[in-house]
């Protein structure tokens, strides 16, 4: 029996995509399928027949990775009782422009201005609210959940320079002059609390 009119196998399509994900990180994503194929033993025709369309393993490949970027930075940001947030935030910075990190950057480049859209329309949007959960979590550590926005804005800010420019000794020196200014402002908040809870009266 030939393939014709068999239903595709999940696990066979999961595989498939695994290692082209595995491809798009390390190499960018392609223009031709044939990178693809043999970066995952198979060939052209057989990622049409379990994807449909070439763009159609393309939002896979990206969905997946996006899937892996999330778990992994997500980790990153989340607060441990063992040391302050502000270390956590240096951490994950050096993570996230590290090896490791690098390979989603320069995937999710191409998506934050308009000619990403077709591949994934709202990525934009979608990618601006994603750490603002964990951020928010953090800097409530620090007495200032408020703060995550403006966090995460110095991040992206910073990682879209870094990408552009390459200059990865400025923008880490700019970032821990960032975290400097954070551990400032979360200092002088507990201070102010203080103050005003022992200040005469305010205990009934």
């Known amino acids: 029996?030939?393939?014709?009119?068999?239903?595709?196998?999940?696990?066979?399509?999961?595989?498939?995509?695994?290692?082209?994900?595995d491809y798009a990180l390390e190499h960018g994503l392609p223009d031709r399928l044939g990178p693809l194929a043999a970066?995952?033993?198979?060939?052209?025709?057989?990622?049409?027949?379990?994807?449909?369309?070439?763009?159609?393993?393309?939002?896979?490949?990206?969905?997946?990775?996006?899937?892996?970027?999330?778990?992994?930075f997500t980790e990153l940001l989340r607060?441990?009782?063992?040391?302050?947030?502000?270390?956590?935030?240096?951490?994950?910075?050096?993570?996230?422009?590290?090896?490791?990190?690098?390979?989603?950057?320069?995937?999710?480049?191409?998506?934050?201005?308009t000619a990403g859209e077709p591949l994934w329309p709202g990525f934009r949007q979608t990618a601006t609210t994603d750490w603002?959960?964990?951020?928010?979590?953090?800097m409530r550590s620090l007495g200032r959940p408020e703060l995550a926005t403006v966090v995460?804005?110095?991040?992206?800010?910073?990682?879209m320079d870094l990408d552009a420019t390459g200059d990865a000794v400025r923008t880490d020196h700019a970032f821990?002059?960032?975290?400097?200014?954070?551990?400032?402002?979360?200092g002088a908040s507990c201070a102010r609390f203080e103050t005003a809870s022992t200040a005469p009266g305010s205990r009934g």
Request: glycine share 10%; charged share 20%.
């Open 1 to 21: 029996m030939n393939g014709v009119g068999r239903r595709p196998q999940p696990q066979i399509k999961q595989r498939l995509l695994d290692a082209c994900t």
């Open 132 to 138: 603002l959960a964990p951020l928010e979590h953090g």
């Open 79 to 113: 607060v441990r009782p063992e040391e302050p947030y502000p270390t956590t935030l240096s951490h994950a910075w050096s993570a996230m422009t590290g090896p490791h990190g690098r390979p989603y950057l320069r995937m999710f480049g191409r998506l934050h201005d």
């Open 152 to 159: 995460l804005a110095v991040i992206r800010g910073l990682l």
């Open 39 to 72: 970066a995952a033993g198979t060939s052209s025709r057989m990622l049409i027949y379990h994807f449909g369309t070439r763009d159609g393993l393309l939002r896979e490949i990206l969905g997946q990775a996006r899937q892996r970027q999330l778990e992994a």
């Open 176 to 186: 821990h002059d960032f975290l400097t200014t954070i551990e400032k402002s979360a």
